[in-house]
């Protein structure tokens, strides 16, 4: 990781070079902004080319979760929307095991096609960034 | 803001789209589509009804390559350019198109 948020000052020799970007996702979906605000955000950046990664941490794996139910919560359910980023080309999505473990979830209880990551694949990958930003 | 089609009331936003996406119906498409000076023909419809489809299914309206790229593998490719969507919505597909079909403005939409 080179820098901690989005690069304003874009350097001569790096302008135009397609940049490694991870998302990462540590909250449950419905509660607080994060995750939407996340979603928008990826959504957002798919126009820009670049190499567009999302990491699936802690309570983040909440955000995959097959059928959720908002009705009671007056929330849209946006988790369809997942669903979507196949379209925006999108399409390497990772998941933290021991945060999947942890909550008694498998891949099989989740929207989207992901890769599962040990601790220390997750670090590795994040090592290999140019830019993390964390929701 | 709000229009009203045979006593029945639609709320707008400030940019005259839909609020309530369940209100959405012909008479509405057909009411903004004039607004937004766009003649309604078989070909426009089908692209309304294609984004309703996508809104149902993922809860987004698509960014406009997303679009196109999307309407090029259900319609045909000849469908699938900006050219073809930019010749029926002239004044920008996903914002003209997404207004008429009762969906919000696109994410990144400027």
């Given at each position: 990781m080179t820098e901690s948020t989005g690069g304003i000052e874009v350097e001569e020799e790096t302008a135009g070079r397609v940049k490694k970007f991870m998302f990462v996702n540590r909250k449950a979906p419905y509660g607080t902004i994060y995750a939407l605000e996340g979603l928008e955000v990826v959504l957002i950046s798919a126009a820009f080319d670049q190499d567009v990664s999302l990491a699936f941490v802690d309570d983040g794996v909440y955000e995959l979760v097959k059928g959720q139910a908002t009705k009671g919560i007056d929330?849209?359910?946006?988790?369809?929307?997942?669903?979507?980023l196949e379209g925006y080309d999108i399409e390497k999505l990772y998941v933290d095991a021991e945060s999947l473990k942890a909550r008694g979830l498998?891949?099989?209880?989740?929207i989207v096609p992901v890769e599962v990551l040990s601790n220390e694949e997750m670090a590795d990958l994040m090592a290999a960034q140019d830019v993390v930003i964390s929701f | 803001m709000s229009f009203e089609i045979n006593g029945k009331t639609y709320e707008t936003d400030e940019e005259g789209?839909?609020?309530?996406?369940?209100?959405?119906?012909e008479e509405a498409a057909k009411y903004l589509a004039k607004e937004e000076k766009v003649d309604m023909t078989d070909n426009h419809w089908e692209v309304i009804n294609f984004l309703r489809e996508y809104y149902n299914d993922y809860q987004i309206a698509p960014a406009i390559r997303v679009l196109t790229k999307a309407i090029g593998k259900k319609l045909g490719p000849e469908k699938g350019s900006n050219k073809y969507l930019y010749e029926l919505f002239p004044y920008g597909p996903a914002k003209q198109a997404c207004k008429i079909a009762g969906l919000p403005k696109p994410t990144g939409c400027i």
């Amino acid at each position: 990781m080179t820098e901690s948020t989005g690069g304003i000052e874009v350097e001569e020799e790096t302008a135009g070079r397609v940049k490694k970007f991870m998302f990462v996702n540590r909250k449950a979906p419905y509660g607080t902004i994060y995750a939407l605000e996340g979603l928008e955000v990826v959504l957002i950046s798919a126009a820009f080319d670049q190499d567009v990664s999302l990491a699936f941490v802690d309570d983040g794996v909440y955000e995959l979760v097959k059928g959720q139910a908002t009705k009671g919560i007056d929330v849209k359910n946006f988790s369809p929307t997942y669903r979507a980023l196949e379209g925006y080309d999108i399409e390497k999505l990772y998941v933290d095991a021991e945060s999947l473990k942890a909550r008694g979830l498998t891949e099989e209880n989740l929207i989207v096609p992901v890769e599962v990551l040990s601790n220390e694949e997750m670090a590795d990958l994040m090592a290999a960034q140019d830019v993390v930003i964390s929701f | 803001m709000s229009f009203e089609i045979n006593g029945k009331t639609y709320e707008t936003d400030e940019e005259g789209y839909l609020i309530n996406l369940s209100e959405w119906d012909e008479e509405a498409a057909k009411y903004l589509a004039k607004e937004e000076k766009v003649d309604m023909t078989d070909n426009h419809w089908e692209v309304i009804n294609f984004l309703r489809e996508y809104y149902n299914d993922y809860q987004i309206a698509p960014a406009i390559r997303v679009l196109t790229k999307a309407i090029g593998k259900k319609l045909g490719p000849e469908k699938g350019s900006n050219k073809y969507l930019y010749e029926l919505f002239p004044y920008g597909p996903a914002k003209q198109a997404c207004k008429i079909a009762g969906l919000p403005k696109p994410t990144g939409c400027i």
